[in-house]
């Protein structure tokens, strides 16, 4: 069975740093890509970041580029996210997601881990 | 302000059917594939349908996804009460370059 569980949430301050864990089981970590998805309250699912089967090439969404850092270690079965200078709009559930082969879906999602970045 | 638009709730008796549209453009659902979740209270998103209208192995067949233009529909027959839950779209937009998602819709089984 495929497993994803998120860890690392929690409430910092702006400006404050965060990082998000996921480990994987029931299946080959190694050969798929991996995603962090966010929902903020209120709004809809909004992709963060993705990294490539080896961690050779990684994507973010203009929000978070230079702020947040997206890596993984396959011996491990874990996918990381590093969140720097956060701010109040990151405020978030983040879900963790398997990306399907083909046609750019998610087969597989985490519970999530909520953020709160708050004073 | 999401980029696929969905109605924020929907509601209908046990039993019945009921319908949520998930509306885009060219650049999303009009040139890709579509995909639709579902988040029951405090557990992981599911994949109900890919590919406009495949149901991945498990889901029942009172799940059903259509797409049209720039439009896709999630289906629902059958309902149950345990079927409430938010039901969320996504397709690849070509111009973004991104994976872009609805708001989301809370279905409530009356």
């Known amino acids: 069975e495929v497993q994803l569980v998120e860890s690392g949430g929690g409430l910092v301050q702006p400006g404050g740093s965060l990082r998000l864990s996921c480990a994987a089981s029931g299946f080959t970590f190694s050969t798929y890509w991996m995603s962090w998805v966010r929902q903020a309250p209120g709004k809809g699912l909004e992709w963060v970041a993705n990294i490539k089967q080896d961690g050779t090439d990684k994507y973010y969404v203009d929000s978070v580029r230079g702020r947040f850092t997206i890596s993984r270690d396959n011996a491990k079965n874990s996918l990381f996210l590093q969140m720097n200078s956060l701010r109040a709009e990151d405020t978030a559930i983040y879900y963790c997601?398997?990306?399907?082969?083909?046609?750019?879906?998610?087969?597989?999602w985490g519970q999530g881990t909520l953020v709160t970045v708050s004073s | 302000q999401s980029v696929l638009t969905q109605p924020p709730s929907v509601s209908a008796a046990p039993g019945q059917k009921v319908t949520i549209s998930c509306s885009g453009s060219?650049?999303?659902?009009?040139?890709?594939?579509v995909s639709w979740y579902q988040r029951l209270p405090g557990t992981a998103p599911k994949l109900l349908i890919y590919?406009?209208?495949q149901r991945p192995s498990g889901i029942p067949d009172r799940f059903s996804g259509s797409k049209s233009g720039t439009s896709a529909t999630l289906g629902i027959t059958g309902l149950q009460t345990g079927d409430e839950a938010d039901y969320f779209c996504g397709v690849w937009d070509s111009s973004l370059s991104v994976r872009v998602f609805g708001g989301g819709t809370k279905l409530t089984v009356l």
């Open positions: 060219s650049s999303n659902i009009g040139n890709n594939y």
């Open positions: 590919d406009n209208n």
């Open positions: 997601a398997r990306e399907a082969p083909w046609n750019y879906y998610y087969d597989y």
